[in-house]
């Protein structure tokens, strides 16, 4: 069965630093998304993309963020200048296609994100 | 008010009994409405998704009222692997998914 799958499981980065987590959404579809969840807090949705730009994005995802979807398979999420409050699992999703609410979400494992 | 509510529990049952988890969810134009499974330190799984004629899976029912903004997932005959949190999870106007806080269930023997 197709998955979402992620890289790393887990990265620790010092404050301040750069990172870039990687995603390989299931390969026939179209729309792409990060979600984060801070440990014990709820999913949040942090952005959406589709058709090679963003179509929604959320308080969250501020100028430090950017995505990209640099060579037709690969979908990242780049945290340009590291906070504490950015420790999180950062998950992407995706989803084929057709009206939103019609297609499932699928998730990947997840990256673990340590900022020290 | 939250935008997707749910019981935090934690529901500790014993194997064999039936569970009732309830959400509200506070935008009326809400388009879509699931529930997700998601165990610890892991992502979400998708359970089912809910329609307003509710729907039903093995020993999962899962029920919408759109009037009250309630949804509904009942678990009958528990057992231990469905232990986890369940997540109420509702697809609003814009490209994503509105998750609750989830319901932490515990099946013991």
């Known amino acids: 069965e197709p998955e979402v799958t992620q890289t790393p499981s887990h990265q620790v980065t010092q404050m301040g630093q750069e990172v870039i987590l990687r995603c390989v959404p299931i390969?026939?579809?179209?729309?792409f998304y990060w979600y984060r969840q801070i440990l014990g807090q709820k999913v949040e949705f942090l952005v959406s993309?589709?058709?090679?730009?963003?179509?929604?994005k959320s308080e969250i995802f501020d100028d430090q963020f950017s995505v990209e979807r640099p060579d037709g398979s690969n979908f990242t999420l780049k945290i340009r200048s590291t906070k504490l409050e950015d420790s999180a699992m950062y998950f992407c999703?995706?989803?084929?296609?057709?009206?939103?609410?019609?297609?499932?979400?699928?998730f990947g494992p997840g990256t673990r994100l340590t900022v020290l | 008010r939250k935008e997707v509510e749910q019981d935090p529990g934690p529901f500790n049952v014993p194997e064999g009994a039936t569970v009732a988890f309830n959400c509200t969810y506070s935008?009326?134009?809400?388009?879509?409405f699931f529930w997700y499974r998601q165990d610890c330190r892991k992502e979400p799984k998708l359970l089912m998704s809910?329609?307003?004629s509710g729907n039903e899976d093995g020993r999962f029912t899962a029920q919408l009222n759109r009037a009250s903004q309630y949804i509904s997932l009942l678990i009958r005959d528990s057992k231990l692997s469905d232990s986890a949190t369940y997540l109420c999870?509702?697809?609003?106007?814009?490209?994503?998914?509105?998750f609750g806080g989830g319901t932490r269930l515990m099946v013991k023997p």
């Open positions: 999703a995706s989803r084929g296609g057709g009206g939103y609410g019609t297609d499932t979400q699928y």
């Open positions: 390969s026939n579809h179209l729309y």
């Open positions: 993309f589709y058709n090679n730009e963003i179509s929604e």
């Open positions: 935008n009326s134009a809400s388009q879509s």
């Open positions: 809910v329609y307003s």
């Open positions: 999870v509702v697809y609003n106007a814009g490209n994503m998914l509105t």
